[in-house]
């Protein structure tokens, strides 16, 4: 379940997914979204990645998908490893 509200990650206004981001981040298929795409921010008029909010960084909720998660989860350790014999 993805969430429908994000706040900006500049002034952190509440604002809700468009419904082809919404259906796209249900669907899990952003990575065939334009990843340099910006949304700009009503309240601030800062640039909003697309991608990142249809990846539920900037959700209200913490996202709950098993399969973004398992995903960061990887990074974060292939990150730690990096670190450590890097
Ligand atoms: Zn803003």
Redesign the pocket.
């Known amino acids: 379940m993805v969430s429908e509200r994000f706040r ?1 990650p ?4 509440s604002l809700t997914k468009s419904p082809m981001a919404h259906i796209l981040g249900q669907a899990h298929s952003y990575v065939v979204f334009s990843s340099r795409r910006t949304v700009t ?1 009503p ?4 640039a ?1 990645d697309a991608k990142r909010m249809i990846d539920g960084e900037y959700d209200e909720k913490e996202p709950v998908s098993s399969g973004c998660g398992i995903l960061v989860a990887i990074a974060v350790i292939v990150a730690i490893l990096a670190w450590i014999f890097g």
């Open positions: 900006c500049h002034c952190g206004v921010c309240g601030c008029g800062g909003i």
